[in-house]
């Protein structure tokens, strides 16, 4: 099978200005992310920006490309999956053909590389047809609640709460960010990277599974990049 690494990388952010762009321990947030895909054999990257700066930043790390998202495609709430179709078509016309796409968020950039390749070759070899990276949820559902205008309500119905969290079954997970793998024909057929009768779940570490939207997270993954 021939993949293609779709690293999105607009030059927009709302929670931190300029994040792709952001030094994460003397380098930029995506470059993580593009040197840890080039250890991957036979992964074809390529970086989905609407910003020239970001895409010469990439050039000193071999990512030799001309495409520029469109802008209609880069505001901030642009559906990622429109731009995963458009650099498909834009592929196809280069003549460059792929059989699978790899999202990769450069928000996650303690993502493990044995575990990015365990996550590749298993789509591989038991012929999935769409992958997501998952993670232990550490806020139990059962303690989890919605407010309203006149109160509040347990988010799982029927339940009855209990301070011994020991109790719990603990088989819940949500969904991490960290990666991302769907054929091309699933894609443009249900323009969806999230299916549920073909989504299939691989389970990674909690630092794997770490995404940065916010200040506070750049401080925490930075602590744990450190140890």
Same mark, same amino acid.
């Given at each position: 099978?021939?993949? $293609? ?30 040197? *840890? ?16 700066k ?8 071999g ?15 642009? =559906? ?24 990769? *968020?450069?928000?996650?950039? $303690?993502?493990?590389?044995? #575990? ?7 789509f591989? #070899?038991k =012929? ?24 509040? =309500? ?6 009855? &709460? ?9 088989n &819940? ?36 599974? &770490? #995404? ?9 993954? #930075?602590? $744990?990049?450190?140890?």
């Amino acid at each position: 099978m021939k993949f $293609l690494a779709f690293i999105p990388a607009r030059s927009g952010s709302q929670s931190i200005k300029n994040k792709n762009m952001r030094l994460f321990h003397g380098k930029p947030l995506l470059h993580h992310t593009i040197i *840890q895909a080039k250890k991957i054999r036979d992964l074809k990257i390529f970086i989905s920006t609407d910003s020239l700066k970001i895409l010469k930043s990439t050039k000193k790390l071999g990512c030799d490309q001309t495409y520029l998202r469109p802008k209609h495609l880069s505001k901030n709430n642009s =559906n990622i999956i429109s731009s995963i179709i458009h650099c498909i078509k834009w592929q196809k016309k280069k003549g460059n053909k792929f059989d699978a796409i790899v999202v990769l *968020q450069p928000t996650s950039p $303690l993502r493990s590389t044995s #575990e990015l390749k365990k996550a590749i070759k298993t789509f591989k #070899e038991k =012929n999935f047809k769409s992958l997501i990276g998952v993670s232990k949820m550490r806020e139990h559902p059962y303690d989890c609640i919605e407010t309203k205008k006149n109160g509040w =309500n347990f988010l799982r119905k029927n339940l009855k &709460f209990s301070t011994n969290r020991q109790s719990y079954k603990n088989n &819940f997970y949500y969904i991490n960010g960290s990666l991302y793998i769907s054929t091309v024909d699933i894609i443009l057929k249900k323009k969806k990277l999230v299916l549920k009768n073909f989504t299939k779940l691989f389970v990674t570490s909690y630092q794997s599974g &770490f #995404e940065i939207d916010y200040m506070q997270d750049l401080k925490i993954a #930075e602590s $744990l990049f450190k140890n």
